[in-house]
């Protein structure tokens, strides 16, 4: 039987809730629930493509992928310091080379895609954060770059959510090593995982549905995901594609990248939205 979903006990649960006034979101007026351009001129700027932005857990960076033009994807970045937040530049970690879809973890380990030290392929590099600076990005040898990997996102578990050649695949940490990448059963890309596993957001962008959308697949209590929910017209613009959704840290702010005429700008809305989704849910 269908029924509506009551997520902001999970959006709770999942951010491990920081103090309400104390977050700066780079963009000072705030969204309701129809989305917003996220840091208009800051962040989304006109004549630029942004997309996949993460912030980390203390709200003192956030990192995002840029295009400028015809130019390849570049890795920037802006970071909260004597009360404001920088002009966004290219990371401090970036190589002159292709990389983007950065994913700051709950411990603070920064992944992103690159084709630094020689790849003629996407391979995903970890930074981690370390004395005030971000280290010097290191191949990912536990497993993940075994086949091809792209959009990491992490679990509060350590549990490595990821695209895979067969669409959505994730790598389990028992708390010392990691197991081979399964499959989840999810079609698509750009995943994203609750902090404590309750639900994924993605896109169909592996499928040849034109214009891509986003949606929620919840998970049962066996582990396995639910049949995938398409978030309304509100979120899914019947005639742009949607891509890269994701949730702030705290769990409040729901932000996705919207396509159109070839140039993407991110977008932000109150997460409540998705107390709006509808289901079949299995107990």
């Known amino acids: 039987m269908k029924k509506i979903i009551g997520l902001l006990f999970v959006l709770i649960l999942l951010c491990g809730c920081k103090g309400e006034g104390n977050i700066n979101y780079i963009d000072r007026e705030l969204p309701g629930e129809i989305p917003e351009l996220f840091a208009e001129g800051i962040i989304s700027q006109e004549d630029t493509s942004e997309f996949a932005g993460t912030f980390s857990d203390d709200f003192q960076y956030y990192f995002f992928t840029r295009r400028e033009g015809g130019v390849q994807n570049r ?75 792209m959009y990491v996102s992490i679990s509060d578990k350590g549990n490595i959510y990821f695209t895979s050649e067969k669409g959505i695949s994730v790598m389990k940490y028992d708390g010392q090593q990691y197991s081979a990448p399964e499959f989840t059963g999810i079609l698509g890309a750009h995943s994203f995982i609750a902090r404590d596993e309750s639900f994924l957001l993605f896109d169909n962008s592996s499928y040849t549905t034109d214009p891509t959308k986003l949606f929620i697949s919840f998970m049962k209590n066996d582990g396995s995901f639910d049949e995938p929910v398409e978030l309304s017209e509100r979120i899914n613009d019947p005639n742009l594609s949607q891509i890269c959704a994701s949730i702030s840290p705290d769990g409040k702010y729901l932000f996705f990248s919207r396509f159109s005429q070839g140039m993407a700008d991110i977008f932000w809305v109150d997460a409540m939205i998705l107390n709006q989704v509808e289901t079949g849910f299995s107990e």
Do not use: Q
Request: net charge negative; hydrophobic share 30%.
């Open 75 to 149: 890795l920037y970045y802006t970071k909260w310091e004597d009360g404001e937040w920088s002009e966004p530049v290219l990371s401090p970690i970036s190589e002159d080379l292709p990389e983007f879809e950065p994913f700051i973890s709950p411990k603070n380990e920064l992944y992103f895609g690159s084709m630094r030290d020689g790849n003629t392929s996407l391979v995903i590099y970890k930074s981690e954060y370390s004395d005030g600076a971000w280290t010097e990005p290191k191949f990912v040898d536990n497993g993940l770059n075994d086949g091809f990997a």
